[in-house]
T-cell receptor, first 117, second 113 residues
Framework: NAGVIQTPRHKVTGKGQEATLWCEPISGHSAVFWYRQTIVQGLEFLTY????????DSGMPKERFSAQMPNQSHSTLKIQSTQPQDSAVYLC???????????????FGPGTRLLVL | GDSVTQMQGQVTLSEDDFLFINCTYSTTWYPTLFWYVQYPGEGPQLLLK?????NKGISRGFEATYDKRTTSFHLQKASVQESDSAVYYCVLGDGGMGYKLTFGTGTSLLVDP
């Protein structure tokens, strides 16, 4: 079991450029989560997919951020027109989640460190 | 909404010292509480999970218990080692749907050899 895989591990973009971050969840896990980690805000929930369907994006900034899960083996987080304040570690997690309040363990990837210059 | 408060931002101990980290939580649901640990360059990993059913969790020499009356949750270890140096997060699971995690601000533990 390779765990949750995130690529790239580091990404540097110029202000105004687009950044796409990739996540491969653990095989068999039906829930995928994205979090953002900064020194100031700590770890914040961004969005959640279950069986590829978007369930809750209440943590996503309303502009420039979008997430997709086109198949069960990967999810992407896209940031358009990146700004310096988007600099953070973006973490992906997956779990054996099922509807009805199951509180299964979320397994985190190593994160993608995004730096916007 | 749900919230978690960790007051200890940084703790420095010597090997074999006793560790105690406390946090308080607020939720309208029955809580599931976790302690996650994060090492440099890695994502958080689950250390312990405690639910209203079991009240206590034990793993790798760490013990976590929660007190519903005071809505507090703490992590302890009798004898820390240098390898325990890491950031420890108190985490609240969304009791309503069980998926959204609310992280505390983290406690950075440094254990001197």
């Amino acid at each position: 079991n390779a765990g949750v895989i995130q690529t790239p591990r580091h990404k540097v973009t110029g202000k105004g450029q687009e950044a796409t971050l990739w996540c491969e969840p653990i095989s068999g896990h039906s829930a995928v989560f994205w979090y953002r980690q900064t020194i100031v805000q700590g770890l914040e929930f961004l969005t959640y997919f279950r069986n590829q369907a978007p369930i809750d994006d209440s943590g996503m900034p309303k502009e420039r951020f979008s997430a997709q899960m086109p198949n069960q083996s990967h999810s992407t987080l896209k940031i358009q027109s990146t700004q310096p304040q988007d600099s953070a570690v973006y973490l992906c997690a997956s779990s054996l989640d099922y509807w009805g309040g199951a509180k299964d363990t979320q397994y985190f990837g190593p994160g993608t460190r995004l730096l916007v210059l | 909404g749900d919230s978690v408060t960790q007051m200890q931002g940084q703790v420095t101990l010597s090997e074999d010292d006793f560790l105690f980290i406390n946090c308080t939580y607020s939720t309208t649901w029955y809580p599931t509480l976790f302690w996650y640990v994060q090492y440099p360059g890695e994502g958080p990993q689950l250390l312990l999970k405690v639910t209203t059913a079991n009240n206590k969790g034990i793993s790798r020499g760490f013990e976590a218990t929660y007190d519903k009356r005071t809505t507090s949750f703490h992590l302890q270890k009798a004898s820390v080692q240098e390898s325990d140096s890491a950031v420890y997060y108190c985490v609240l699971g969304d009791g309503g749907m069980g998926y959204k995690l609310t992280f505390g601000t983290g406690t950075s533990l440094l254990v001197d050899p």
